[in-house]
T-cell receptor, first 111, second 116 residues
Framework: AQSVTQLGSHVSVSEGALVLLRCNYS??????LFWYVQYPNQGLQLLLK??????LVKGINGFEAEFKKSETSFHLTKPSAHMSDAAEYFC?????????FGTGTRLLVSP | EAQVTQNPRYLITVTGKKLTVTCSQN?????MSWYRQDPGLGLRQIYY???????DKGDVPEGYKVSRKEKRNFPLILESPSPNQTSLYFC???????????????FGPGTRLLVL
């Protein structure tokens, strides 16, 4: 079955530290993969997406993700966390007629 | 400004009282979808529409109805709301989506519903 797994419902980092949010997928066909961010009391906003053009994808706000087929992963990273990065992050891929979402990872950033 | 709008943003109602949450997009998108977001479960699709007069069930359609009479609008109807439908609801749209689709979905700001 096609699915997305996000490891860790909460991730805590200090301001300036590396951000790593993990996402693994299961798909029988080459997937299109997305990372969305949800700030408090807002809708979801696209951070970046993988569409097979390049395995390293750069998104907004300094985030990037690398598609690794051998590991079936699409982890999200940012070299240096900022307080404004505190939000919930969702990994997703395009299934049949819909986006299939992971359960989300809440990123907490401390001063 | 390209956007997806939802109304109302917040709603408190009682069991059994019919309600409608409206969704409208101004991007001429063919595809529209409704999701509900619950803690620990992520977003789950309720219904979707590939185009006008074309709708289909998502993963959790029970207790909901939709219609797509115009391209820009996709209302979500709860004929007889129950407490287990207390949730955060999102409408989304994209140009198209299908198997392997790469189109970005644009989300509305959400509607927080409490059913007493």
């Amino acid at each position: 079955a096609q699915s997305v797994t996000q490891l860790g419902s909460h991730v805590s980092v200090s301001e300036g530290a590396l951000v790593l949010l993990r996402c693994n997928y299961s798909s029988s066909v080459p997937p299109y993969l997305f990372w969305y961010v949800q700030y408090p009391n807002q809708g979801l906003q696209l951070l970046l997406k993988y569409t097979s053009a390049a395995t390293l994808v750069k998104g907004i706000n300094g985030f990037e993700a690398e598609f690794k087929k051998s590991e079936t992963s699409f982890h999200l990273t940012k070299p240096s966390a900022h307080m404004s990065d505190a939000a919930e992050y969702f990994c997703a891929f395009t299934g049949f007629q819909k986006l299939v979402f992971g359960t989300g990872t809440r990123l907490l950033v401390s001063p | 400004e390209a956007q997806v709008t939802q109304n109302p943003r917040y709603l408190i109602t009682v069991t059994g009282k019919k309600l409608t949450v409206t969704c409208s997009q101004n991007m001429n998108h063919e595809y529209m979808s409704w999701y509900r977001q619950d803690p620990g479960l992520g977003l789950r699709q309720i219904y979707y529409s590939m185009n006008v007069e074309v709708t289909d069930k998502g993963d959790v359609p029970e207790g909901y109805k939709v219609s797509r009479k115009e391209k820009r609008n996709f209302p979500l109807i709860l004929e007889s709301p129950s407490p287990n439908q207390t949730s955060l609801y999102f409408c989304a749209s994209s140009r198209t989506v299908g198997t392997g689709g790469q189109e970005t979905q644009y989300f509305g700001p959400g509607t927080r519903l409490l059913v007493l």
